[in-house]
């Protein structure tokens, strides 16, 4: 990062040069390039600089989504299904993850699978239910407001009520849309590292002003949804469930203007990256930052461009493997109908993260169930499949590593 954060030239410069650093301060508060917020970080106003290093990286991140464009369009409708569905599993794992709250992949896929055939028979796992749902309607494009502090409360009810009042319902909203009481956030080594926006008509007042960024029209949407994700932060509104929601509403905001499968992958790189992710909200936190909130946008903005190159890069190599093995399957297979059969499992093998038994493939395969359970055991005679036990249900795929070693 070429933009050097006010706290490091703090450091750097040293007491003896401290009107240096007062008169930076100054600079940049009141550069033309600056944009000020009415937020104020530990008494400063908030601003940002639109810098060339933030242009470039918003410039970089829609060239990556026009990229990402290209290699969905050349997925087939199954394997953008299968890795949508592997993708969601891991964006809602991940952001669990990131606040230490448990669940599994296992758990995530199940309340998926329910949701997707209209009806949720398994009450376990229901805590899980409102944060699932919501990632899910993400692919439909369906529009969310957020216009003000109760449309806010609206999404961390959908997302989160449930399940907190499950595991801690001392942790439920006790304000009108916010919390009422103080809350402190400790680090790992029980350090107080920041203290939330209090009490709750200034929780209100500093949301509705975080709320008109998202508004702000004559800024990037890139810049503003990393910028309400900071204030988000900073604010806390919520004794519980702050980063989860935040996530969330940037991965929504991502995905009214991007690539669906990027809004999906937003929580799976902060985990990734969530040293430099905490750094960039202390960072800006501290009272020598003057209230820029410069670094952090630009580290944000970095963490975006790693979703991208991720993705890109991951669903290249995924197309060249279906490729590769596609053709494998064209002389395994003797007929047409199992050759569909045949790519679909190495679609499932490849793309999902999920099981399947012999009536799913049949049915994704348009295939009667006698004519793929055939198939299904001239492959396991061939000593490429595995197959596995799921409750009362037979699962398979494709042993990758046993056709890697086999001449066909």
């Known amino acids: 990062m070429d933009y050097m954060p006010l706290k490091d030239m703090y450091y750097k410069l040293g007491y003896t040069k401290k009107q240096v650093y007062e008169n930076e301060c100054m600079s940049r508060y009141n550069s033309i390039s600056a944009v000020r917020f009415d937020i104020k970080i530990n008494g400063c106003r908030a601003f940002l600089v639109i810098t060339s290093e933030v242009l470039n990286k918003v410039v970089k991140i829609y060239e990556l989504n026009n990229k990402l464009n290209n290699l969905v369009s050349s997925l087939s409708d199954l394997a953008l299904e299968q890795y949508v569905k592997s993708c969601i599993i891991d964006e809602i794992f991940s952001t669990n993850e990131i606040e230490g709250v448990v669940s599994t992949r296992k758990d995530i896929s199940e309340v998926l699978n329910q949701i997707q055939s209209n009806g949720i028979k398994d009450k376990t796992n229901n805590r899980l239910l409102g944060l699932v749902h919501k990632y899910y309607m993400l692919n439909s494009k369906k529009d969310i407001s957020i216009c003000n502090c109760q449309d806010i409360r609206n999404i961390y009810d959908d997302l989160l009520r449930e399940e907190i009042l499950s595991d801690n319902p ?36 500093a949301m509705i002003q975080a709320i008109e960024v998202l508004s702000n029209e004559k800024l990037n949407i890139l810049i503003r949804i990393a910028v309400f994700h900071y204030f988000f932060g900073y604010i ?5 469930g702050n980063g989860r929601t935040s996530r969330f509403i940037s991965s929504y905001l991502l995905s009214k203007s991007f690539n669906t499968l990027a809004s999906y992958r937003l929580a799976y790189t902060i985990r990734d990256n969530v040293s430099m992710y905490y750094k960039s909200f202390a960072q800006t936190n501290n009272a020598l930052n003057r209230g820029d909130l410069t670094p952090f946008v630009i580290n944000f903005l970095d963490i975006i461009i790693k979703l991208f190159d991720d993705l890109c890069e991951a669903l290249s190599e995924k197309q060249k493997l279906i490729n590769y093995y596609s053709e494998i399957g064209n002389k395994i297979a003797k007929t047409e109908l199992e050759n569909r059969i045949i790519y679909n499992l190495f679609v499932i ?20 169930l006698n004519t793929v359970k055939k198939v299904l055991v001239r492959l396991e005679g061939m000593g490429i499949l595995t197959v596995n036990k799921s409750g009362r249900k037979l699962i398979y795929k494709f042993d990758i590593n046993a056709i890697d070693n086999k001449v066909f």
């Open 170 to 205: 001392q942790n439920l909203p006790d304000g009108i849309y916010f919390r009422k009481n103080d809350v402190v956030l400790y680090s790992a080594a029980g350090e107080i590292i920041h203290y939330g926006i209090s009490p709750e008509d200034k929780i209100n007042e």
């Open 236 to 240: 806390h509104p919520f004794y519980d």
């Open 349 to 368: 093998t490849l793309f999902g993260d999920t099981d399947y038994s012999a009536a799913d493939i049949a049915n994704m395969s348009k295939a009667s």
